[in-house]
């Protein structure tokens, strides 16, 4: 190669005169240039004359290119310790100036988006996707949940030591590479074999805007849906618990519904992006039957997993009322959920120690299960309906009217999410005849601030990440 055969290259591709251009690259993708490095410098330069300017990322070992750029007089480096830049060129000081101080190293008041503000350039020179810094400020301007923050102590261009956090800092995986075909399918970007190497061109403010429409409309749109990439696994999971941290109310599973297994509960929880567990089975044995010890070495699991614990459920009376609310009260277990209409002794003595008490219905009609709690209400107690609306099903009632009525709208204290068919028959979310959208929906409307429980109270044939999502898509579509 001939630095004239790559100028002629980068003509073709679309740059000109005047032009702002940020590359990333790899000299070795080009095979044998006569000059090396400084010609390829040069083709670059005199592609975009002398009003243009030429930027490469200087923040790591990013290839031979990036140094020689650097390294040129008049080259200006902007000051800041973590996504740093080189530029050259009349724009390059503006490109650069203050880099350190936006929140965001990549976002708005950085050369990245100043580069897109002012109509440059991307080009990828032998590399992917992957290598677009750019990308990582869309993602800062977005806000995405799962990005994270970095800290340095630096020195500023005025002399001042001073220590620093950027938020919004990229973190492991990424999917930029099926990013590409999008920018080529909108003619954002342009391609074209130079030597050996494959060049893309990309408009930069057609990269952002296409990233922030698809970002807005899909906060994952940039990660991969690979089951066994951990990253994106864990980043996606943060993104749904970020969603969920906006509601009013607090989401928690039925643990029955997470897995067999506390480590397996942990590890679906923490995909699916849900922080709380009802206990109603572990082993395939009703949760309020274990023994003290394992109930404790049970909540402690999860909460090392980062789990908390939002009752237990049991799905008949404890024998022993004392015994038992003396072991949910020392394995730290919140609240119990208990049926309707037995449980006195197991109600009374859950709340002498403590703890929150709420009654689930059971074979019952509204009307039954209304005046038995009631009943409980009426001895004392600050005690609230766990609305089950797949029982109610059962019991030939349609959920939605019987809260609409107002038989529960002052007592529900959580909302089991949950469908079922009249015939028994466990359904996905909204395919039944719970009306389990319009329960969340009504509760939202009021800000209810209590537990809505996935798959609380009934066993069904879906898993945990299935049923989160499906739950989030009942949200967002409302």
Not at 237 to 256: N, Q
Request: glycine content about 10%; hydrophobic content about 40%.
């Amino acid at each position: 190669m001939t630095k004239q055969e790559i100028v002629q290259g980068l003509r073709t591709l679309g740059l000109k005169q005047g032009d702002i251009v940020l590359l990333h690259s790899s000299l070795y993708s080009l095979g044998h240039v006569e000059g090396g490095p400084e010609a390829v410098i040069d083709a670059f330069l005199e592609a975009i004359g002398k009003e243009g300017t030429l930027l490469v990322p200087v923040f790591g070992d990013l290839g031979i290119l990036t140094t020689t750029l650097k390294n040129r007089p008049g080259a200006v480096v902007s000051p800041c310790p973590v996504g740093t830049v080189a530029a050259l060129g009349p724009a390059a000081e503006e490109l650069c100036r203050d880099h350190w101080k936006p929140e965001s190293c990549h976002g708005e008041g950085t050369p990245f988006k100043r580069l897109a503000d002012k109509g440059g350039y991307v080009c990828l020179m032998g590399v992917d996707q992957d290598r677009n810094t750019s990308l990582h400020g869309i993602e800062a301007e977005l806000r995405l949940a799962y990005l994270g923050s970095t800290s340095r102590e630096f020195t500023t261009p005025e002399g001042e030591t001073v220590k620093k956090t950027w938020k919004y800092y990229p973190g492991p995986h990424r999917d930029f590479i099926s990013f590409d075909h999008v920018l080529k399918e909108r003619g954002i970007m342009k391609q074209l074999r130079i030597g050996n190497s494959q060049v893309r061109l990309i408009d930069a403010k057609g990269m952002w805007e296409c990233g922030m429409e698809l970002g807005a409309a899909d906060p994952a749109f940039i990660l991969c849906d690979n089951p066994g990439c951990g990253d994106c696994v864990r980043q996606r999971a943060a993104l749904a618990r970020d969603f969920f941290a906006h509601e009013d109310f607090k989401l928690t599973a039925s643990s029955r519904l997470a897995g067999r297994y506390v480590p397996e509960m942990v590890e679906k929880c923490q995909a699916a992006g849900v922080t709380f567990l009802e206990l109603d089975f572990v082993q395939g044995v009703p949760a309020a039957s274990l023994k003290a010890e394992k109930l404790a070495a049970v909540v402690k699991e999860l909460a090392d997993g980062g789990i908390g614990v939002s009752a237990i459920r049991a799905f008949a009376a404890p024998n022993k009322a004392e015994d038992f609310a003396a072991k949910v009260k020392a394995a730290g277990i919140p609240g119990v959920i208990l049926p309707l209409p037995a449980s006195g002794p197991a109600a009374e003595a859950a709340r002498a120690a403590g703890l929150s008490v709420n009654f689930f219905n059971v074979a019952l009609t509204s009307a039954a299960a209304n005046a038995a709690l009631k009943r409980r209400l009426e001895k004392g107690g600050d005690y609230g309906i766990c609305f089950n609306p797949a029982n109610f099903v059962m019991a030939g009632e349609r959920a939605f009217g019987v809260y609409r009525t107002g038989r529960f709208i002052k007592t529900m204290r959580q909302l089991d999410v949950n469908d079922i068919l009249p015939d028994g028959t466990v359904t996905p979310l909204a395919r039944g005849g719970a009306e389990i959208k319009e329960m969340i929906s009504i509760a939202r409307c009021a800000s209810f601030p209590g537990f809505m429980c996935l798959a609380g109270g009934i066993q069904t044939t879906q898993d945990l990440k299935t049923m989160a999502a499906d739950f989030r898509r009942l949200i967002e579509n409302m």
